[in-house]
């Protein structure tokens, strides 16, 4: 390689065949990426791999469920080998299941704990081992506000987005502990509009749907972008997930009556679905369904809390510029005003 010359980017997402996975390829892809695509489904990993393609970028798709250690550990591998050395990794697969707690069966709670939970910490362990080799690297952890704040028909998964923030915050200690600049950022998500929600389990009578207000996928993917150049320790996304955060911290017994009364009915449409519709909670469904639900005409496209949010240092540094402005001003004002008394009591 030429001395001036800027190696290409390797990117690692999981669960890059749909939904916030998939736009979050596209994003990278824009910004000139070469990119390991893990997931299960082949469809969706052809139709990412062809879109990086088409954007004149490198891609491997590598078939993988994340629930399995040694698939993780080889399609790290086999990136590395293909692409070189990783620089972000991106954990995003995850499974859900629409259900009351007891309704719930064990191999239910397994599963999704296997990809959503496990998944995560097989990913970033993989990832962590690879970086260690060169001492730097990104691991970006899309989270939820569901880390923070449970709601009520996904027992499993907020278990698991839990589960993500302590492994996560002590993995972080431990590097910190270790000297290291391998860099973690959790992006805490609010309800976005993706597949998930025409496939995932549910034993609900109405079809799901995301909690208004939803956003589509692609502001989550900027955020991730802007996530694996910048130092945060965490970044929220949307208004909602502030308030659902905050809330939680200040009136969590409110959050849980409040929730108990509108979290059944904000969770699904109008519309009745099959119970026994096809989901993908242990194998994949065929067919590529790409980065968004069913949902667009709901979806926010853009989020001015997450907008401002990812410039908030320029903004605290023009703030105190102009207040240093106004005080600099007001001071001279003070002065002018003291120096015309004074000339009126002499004369």
């Known amino acids: 390689m030429r001395q001036n010359e800027r190696r290409v980017e390797v990117v690692v997402v999981t669960g890059a065949s749909a939904g916030v996975g998939r736009a979050i390829v596209r994003e990278f892809a824009k910004h000139g990426a070469s990119i390991g695509l893990l997931a299960r489904s ?56 629409l259900s009351p707690a007891v309704d719930m069966t064990p191999e239910d709670y397994q599963r999704v704990t296997n990809v ?39 027992s499993a998964y907020c278990g698991a987005k839990h589960a993500i923030q302590g492994f996560t915050d002590s ?25 998930q929600f025409t496939w995932a389990k549910s034993r609900m009578p109405h079809h799901p749907q995301p909690v208004p207000p939803i956003y589509q996928p692609e502001v989550i993917a900027r955020a991730a972008y802007w996530a694996a150049h910048h130092r945060r320790r965490e970044l ?52 590529d369904f790409g980065a968004h639900g069913e949902f667009d ?28 402005g106004y005080m600099c001003y007001a001071k001279a004002q003070s002065k002018r005003a003291r120096h015309r008394l004074g000339c009126r009591h002499r004369h």
Request: charged content about 20%; cysteine-free; glycine content about 8%.
């Open 42 to 97: 082949r469809d969706g990993l052809e139709g990412a791999r062809r879109e990086v393609e088409e954007a004149g970028e490198r891609a491997i798709a590598v078939q993988t469920d994340m629930s399995d250690p040694q698939q993780v550990e080889d399609a790290a591998d086999t990136v590395t080998r293909e692409l070189g050395p990783i620089d972000v990794w991106v954990n995003v697969a995850m499974v859900t299941v």
């Open 116 to 154: 959503s939970y496990l998944g995560y910490v097989y990913g970033t362990l993989a990832a962590v081992r690879r970086m260690r080799e060169r001492n730097k690297g990104k691991i970006i952890q899309v989270g939820s506000a569901l880390a923070y704040r449970s709601i009520p028909l996904q």
């Open 171 to 195: 993995l972080r200690s431990e590097l910190i502990h270790d000297g290291s600049h391998i860099d973690i950022t959790t992006l805490q998500l609010p309800a976005v509009n993706t597949p």
């Open 236 to 287: 929220w996304i949307g208004f909602s997930a502030v308030k659902a955060i905050i809330g939680q911290k200040l009136m969590p017994g409110f959050a849980d009556h409040y929730l108990a009364w509108m979290g059944y009915h904000s969770q699904q449409t109008d519309q009745p679905v099959n119970p026994h519709r096809p989901n993908n909670l242990h194998e994949p469904l065929s067919g």
């Open 297 to 324: 005409s709901k979806s926010r496209s853009f989020s001015l809390q997450s907008w401002l949010n990812m410039r908030r240092n320029w903004i605290s540094l023009t703030s105190l510029g102009l207040a240093a």
